[in-house]
């Protein structure tokens, strides 16, 4: 498996030399525009979003489940419906590292496979195994953002799944996703991306409750200064959408 300074160099040479993307102003409202027709009853989505028809008519009920964009009032603001629903702000900082991190206790390990509908916006699939535990089939839409942003998931089901990755067309990414404790009760989560292809690479994250706690975090707090010291948060092409379009083309 490819590890060290070298891959993250390479991820660097295709990633980061692409350009940053800029939003106007009103972008949440784009994004809602753009989420619109997964609403149950809405019309055909237009404008460029054939994947978003796609969609709301590949389950065959003309619909799925229960999703509606940020901000929609039809759901509560605490975001679940009937437990198959969830509408959260992910704020995260990103680094790139390389191999697990020691003297950590871990508390989960999950195998993934993911892949991507659409990247701009993000909306993704993903199966989530968790060692010992039950397996997600998970939908995911994510608005624009760096440190922050919205983000809407609901569980699915296996056939939905398997349409939707065939809609796809292409080998999903496997990832390793490990998660730590840290001190304050968060979670240092590491990934290993695509661990058998010469494009393997690890990056970490750490989840804030807000974005001053996030902005405030120092890594040397928790012993990590070694380890987290290549910060890639809100750098063009360091997501994993930006991977996914330059290894599956």
């Given at each position: 498996?490819?590890?060290?300074?070298?891959?993250?160099?390479?991820?660097?040479?295709?990633g980061?030399?692409?350009p940053?993307?800029?939003?106007p102003?009103?972008?949440?409202?784009?994004?809602n525009?753009?989420?619109?027709?997964?609403?149950?009853?809405?019309?055909?989505?237009?404008?460029?979003?054939?994947?978003?028809?796609?969609?709301?008519?590949?389950?065959?009920?003309?619909?799925?489940?229960?999703?509606r964009?940020?901000?929609?009032?039809?759901?509560?603001?605490?975001?679940?419906?009937?437990?198959?629903?969830n509408?959260?702000?992910?704020?995260?900082?990103?680094?790139?590292?390389?191999?697990?991190?020691?003297?950590?206790?871990?508390?989960?390990?999950?195998?993934?496979?993911?892949?991507?509908v659409?990247?701009?916006?993000?909306?993704?699939?993903?199966?989530?195994?968790?060692?010992?535990?039950?397996?997600?089939?998970?939908?995911?839409?994510?608005?624009?953002?760096t440190?922050?942003?919205?983000?809407?998931?609901?569980?699915?089901?296996?056939?939905?799944?398997a349409?939707?990755e065939?809609?796809?067309?292409?080998?999903?990414i496997?990832?390793?996703?490990?998660?730590?404790?840290?001190?304050?009760?968060?979670?240092?989560?590491v990934?290993?991306?695509?661990?058998?292809?010469?494009?393997?690479?690890?990056?970490?994250?750490?989840e804030?409750?807000?974005?001053?706690?996030?902005?405030?975090?120092?890594?040397?707090?928790?012993?990590?200064?070694?380890?987290?010291?290549?910060?890639?948060?809100?750098?063009?092409?360091?997501s994993?959408?930006?991977?996914?379009?330059?290894?599956?083309?």
């Amino acid at each position: 498996m490819p590890t060290g300074a070298g891959v993250n160099h390479a991820l660097r040479t295709w990633g980061w030399a692409r350009p940053a993307l800029h939003f106007p102003a009103n972008a949440r409202y784009r994004e809602n525009r753009l989420l619109g027709p997964l609403w149950e009853g809405a019309p055909a989505a237009a404008g460029g979003g054939e994947n978003f028809a796609a969609i709301r008519n590949i389950s065959g009920y003309g619909k799925v489940l229960s999703l509606r964009p940020c901000g929609a009032t039809s759901l509560a603001e605490g975001g679940k419906e009937d437990g198959r629903y969830n509408k959260l702000m992910e704020i995260e900082r990103k680094w790139m590292v390389t191999g697990w991190p020691e003297g950590l206790t871990q508390t989960s390990d999950y195998q993934m496979d993911q892949g991507y509908v659409s990247v701009r916006p993000t909306v993704r699939i993903r199966r989530e195994a968790l060692q010992g535990g039950r397996t997600a089939l998970v939908l995911c839409f994510k608005g624009a953002g760096t440190l922050s942003r919205e983000e809407i998931e609901t569980e699915i089901d296996a056939e939905l799944f398997a349409k939707l990755e065939h809609l796809i067309g292409k080998p999903l990414i496997r990832k390793e996703r490990c998660g730590y404790r840290l001190p304050g009760g968060l979670t240092l989560e590491v990934n290993c991306v695509d661990p058998d292809l010469p494009t393997a690479f690890w990056y970490a994250e750490v989840e804030f409750e807000t974005e001053a706690q996030a902005l405030a975090w120092d890594p040397a707090a928790a012993g990590l200064a070694d380890y987290l010291h290549d910060e890639c948060t809100g750098k063009p092409g360091s997501s994993m959408g930006e991977y996914w379009l330059q290894t599956r083309k």
